[in-house]
């Protein structure tokens, strides 16, 4: 695998330039999610009305490509209501993972230039933490882990469609 | 003795060819992505040699057997050569007796081993375990699952900046209820050296043994378990170009005698009925069940390649490596060293400004350079610098300048990918 593809210059931008980067005053929903492998940690708070993602933010420490997925996740989920933004979380992990047929219709845009993590095993957590994460916000679950029972690598998203 | 070592041994005393020496180790020609690697991760598990696989490769194919067991012709084999690996691993340490070897699967396993057969019999309620900051995990962990299940209490011993044990804050923190000291020999994380002859002496001035995590230390520094006067150390074989899943624990005599089994089963017994089993002697009490024999060969192996080098002249040249990656690294701006103890052994633990470690490990992998990013199982030690992770280049004697010069330019490549 050439990391060069990885690294690309939309990841590294929005590395630079996280979007919707903080913290929401008057979340409704709000879950931590945490790397205990590398210590990274991920704060996403949303506000969510009548079903809809009307805002979302994050902030936490991490790495570049972790970074850069919370913001482009939470730039493609504004706006979308939670089953869209289930949709995309499934999607997500399918793509990093190497499940996800590419050239099967799906809903991911340019998020598919996260699709060179599935030759880095040791990647993949640091891609699918912001989802995971997101995932357990929507759900209500407090805090989320990739670790044990949480493994992104072994664990499936409910399918909700 | 390995033959291979003996002109080996002659080669070395008319000159030191570390590129020959280099050579003894297949795995370092390969390629990763059209690079040749650059083998840094040493301070994880080293590379084997021609002479260690050869080796394993003679029992494999003409010496296999149970040991311990059988009359017939492989099992004494086996059982001899076995034996005679324990005997080289005690000439290895110095140690008085052969008995005093235990092999385990390694140093975790030998911690264990002490924690449940010393620990669990002589450790009470309200008593102290001393440990330090530069821990790794493993030394930590099952002295915490001791304390709960006893009402015992962790004292731990500070570092100041530089990565360094405040041994004068060590010795205050003893009192009548210190009851054990675990001390590692060498941090994972940073190569602090630490002064454990003091240390040891002092806790014995208080009647306190001491367990020496050597997993570091082995291969880079001559042990000699008799002048230390410790009363436990112990290390792994894959970090002294040996194989995985063994490990020896040095216990003195009258320790081990008076400790309790760890772990129950075959060969640790002398008789079994049900109403009594009474166990066997050391080293055999400690060795439930079939050993890792051919790993213990391999053991046995690796320390005859390493003494015939000679350990104090690994870690002279070494030591030349760290002067040179330490000022190398030390020019690059934006990165900072972390672990800048007077006493080092060949371990660089760094950061870049602004740049993960795992970026920095997974680009500097593209150039086919091998580090470790993380927190290198001491989490007490990156809370105490105040960073979640860092990358680390840990050298072994196999290694080159040409290398550092490879993971500087890494670096500047990393730099310039987040500029």
Known sequence: ?161 | MNPVNVSLKSEISSGFDWEKIRADFPILKLKIDNKPLVFLDNAASSQMPQQVIDRLVRYQTTQHANINRAVHYLSEVATLEYHRARCTLQQFINAREDREVIFTSGTTDSINLVMHGYGRKFIKAGDEIILTTLEHHSNIVPWQMLATEKGAKIRVVPINDKGELEVDEYEKLFNERTKFVGLIHVSNALGTINPIKRMIDFAHQHGVPVLIDGAQAAPHIAIDVQALDCDFYTFSAHKLCGPTGVGILYGKAALLEAMQPFKGGGDMIASVTFEKTIYNTIPHKFEAGTPPIAAAIGFGAAVDYLTAIGIENIAAYESTLLDYATECLNAIPGVRIIGTAAEKTAVISFTIDGIHPHDIGTILNQDGIAVRTGHHCAQPVMQRFNVPATSRASFAFYNKKTEVDALVAGIKTVQKVFL
Not at chain 1, 74 to 84: E, F, N
């Open chain 1, 1 to 161: 695998m050439h990391t060069n593809s990885l690294y690309q210059e939309v990841i590294l931008d929005h590395n630079r330039k996280p979007r919707n980067y903080g913290k929401l005053d008057c979340a409704s929903h709000h879950a931590v999610g945490h790397n205990p492998l590398c210590g990274d940690r991920l704060d996403i708070t949303l506000q969510l009305q009548n079903d809809q993602i009307d805002n979302i933010a994050f902030q936490g420490e991490s790495c570049a490509i972790c970074k850069a997925s919370a913001s482009m996740m939470t730039a493609a989920v504004k706006g979308k209501s939670r089953l869209d933004a289930e949709t995309l979380i499934h999607e997500f992990r399918e793509l990093a993972t190497g499940k996800l047929d590419v050239n099967h219709p799906h809903h991911l845009g340019r998020l598919t230039v996260f699709s060179g993590i599935r030759d880095l095993p040791t990647r993949v957590k640091c891609a699918i933490l912001p989802w995971h994460t997101l995932h357990a916000a929507l759900n209500s679950i407090a805090s989320a882990s990739t670790e044990a029972n949480n493994d992104p690598v072994q664990t499936v998203v409910p399918d909700n469609s």
